[in-house]
């Protein structure tokens, strides 16, 4: 295999991503838009993955956390899995639910030993069910979250670490917490794990103003992806040497379709940048 960029499949995206198929090589789908779609719609999807490596991607799992993930949730992902056979499944280190309660959204837990344990024992319940560990995910949170006793990067290498777990570094989520909490994009990028990334986000967002008057990125899907997370999508190639998968995520205004493969062509020139430095450095 050989480094891949793809899209996220949406359904306003479909049309043109089946007429343009030959220019992408990976699709990644949201799991939940599939879960309960019946037999029809889980074949069709099947069909598509004979077409272009799928891969799944959760978002309400909500694995990082001392709450234990949802029995139901995981039967519906693995019955999933099983109809559509994807050549991975992802999630986010995050967590949504808590004491009965849903929030709606991913949230940033403490990242402390508690965490850690409560993340491990999740996701050996999801490998028990769905047979397959999970690729883990990055997020973006405005908040720092508070009681932490250990950087993000480290957070995640230990679950990760502790999981057998591939890492999805989504580089947007980590360009946005960076510049949110004035740490430094390129030392937070070698903080985590890269031995251990096999999939890579790429998305867009837009800059908000605080009550404090400061600035905040927000992570929202719905912008093209800017150039500094081209440019850390360069240094990852750079120094992780593993074959990587990238997806360009992309939620609503959407743009010509022309302009999403620009951005996909712009990740394959990122990517190819990058493994020409590292091998430059080698030589």
Known sequence: MADRVGLGWRGELAAAILERLDAIDVLEVIAEDWMHAGRVGQRGLAALARERPVVL????LGLASRHAVDATRLDALARLCGAVRPEAWSEHLAFVRAGGYEIGHLAAPPRSAATVEGALANLRRAAAVVGQVPALENIATLVDPPASTMGEGEW???????AGAAMLLDLHNLHANAVNFGHDPVAMLHAFPLQRVRMVHLSGGRWLRAPDGRGRLLDDHLHDVPDPVFDLLERLAACAPQDLTVIIERDGQYPAFDR???QVARARAALARGRANRLSRAA
């Not at 995640?156 to 502790?162: F, K, L, S, Y």
């Open 57 to 60: 991607h959760g978002v309400t």
């Open 260 to 262: 999403l493969l620009d």
């Open 156 to 162: 995640a290498g230990r679950i990760a670490g502790g």
